[in-house]
C-alpha cells in the first residue's frame, strides 16, 4: 500500500522571514489517520524530527541538491510498552474504572492511580488517560505487584494505560 502525504513547503514561509513551526504543527493536526506530511524546506530541520517522533512519525529525509530538503514523515504505530510480565492482555478482564487523569500535574496521577488500586480486587483491571508517560510510576507499580501496558493515542498527545491489580506485598503473607 503507498503512503498518502501531505505536502507542506515552508520555503516561501522562511524567505519571508516567518517562522515555520506553527505552520507545520497545524499540517500535522490536519493530516487524515494514516496519512503523512511531504514537508519541504530551505534546509534540514534536524530539531523538527524529536518533535514529530514524539507525535508518532518517523522520518526519512532527501537533499533535493538545490540546497532544499524533503522530509516524508510517516506515522508509525504506537509502541506498546508494558511491565516485563505481560506477554498479552488477552485474558484481562474489561476495565472496572476508567480515569481521565490528563488535565493533572505530576505527581497526583500517580497519587490518584495507587488509591483507586488499593480500592479493587486482585485482578481487576484499572483504564487511564495521562498527559504524560508515567515513567515514575511504572517501577512503583511493579513493587506492588501491577501489571500494566500502554502507549500514546495515534495524535501522540495522550498516553493511554490498563493496570491489572496484583497481590500487594501485604497480600502474600
Known amino acids: 500500500m503507498t503512503q498518502a502525504f ?3 513547503d515552508v520555503r516561501p514561509l522562511i524567505a519571508s522571514s516567518v517562522g515555520p513551526f506553527q505552520h507545520i504543527m497545524a499540517a500535522t493536526e490536519a493530516l487524515a489517520p494514516g496519512q503523512g506530511l511531504r514537508l519541504l524546506a530551505p534546509f534540514r530541520p534536524d530539531p523538527l524530527f ?3 517522533s514524539r507525535k508518532g512519525f518517523e522520518h526519512m529525509v ?3 541538491g538545490d540546497g532544499s530538503f524533503e522530509v516524508l514523515f510517516s506515522p508509525v504505530k504506537p509502541a506498546l ?3 516485563d510480565e505481560v506477554a498479552s492482555v488477552d485474558d484481562w478482564a474489561e476495565p472496572v474504572l476508567s480515569l481521565d ?3 493533572l500535574d505530576p505527581p497526583q496521577p500517580m497519587i490518584r492511580i495507587l488509591a483507586e488500586l488499593e480500592g479493587m480486587a486482585v485482578g481487576d483491571v484499572l483504564f487511564v488517560v495521562l498527559a504524560r508517560e508515567p515513567v515514575f510510576l511504572f517501577p512503583e507499580l511493579v513493587r506492588r505487584g501491577h501489571q500494566w501496558v500502554g502507549n ?3 495524535s501522540g498527545e495522550t498516553f493511554r494505560m490498563l493496570v491489572r491489580r ?3 506485598n501485604d497480600d502474600r503473607g
Open 81 to 83: 510498552l508494558s511491565s
Open 62 to 64: 532527501n537533499d533535493l
Open 152 to 154: 500514546r493515542d495515534k
Open 166 to 168: 496484583g497481590e500487594s
Open 101 to 103: 487523569l490528563s488535565d
Open 50 to 52: 524529536t518533535v514529530m
Open 6 to 8: 501531505r505536502e507542506l
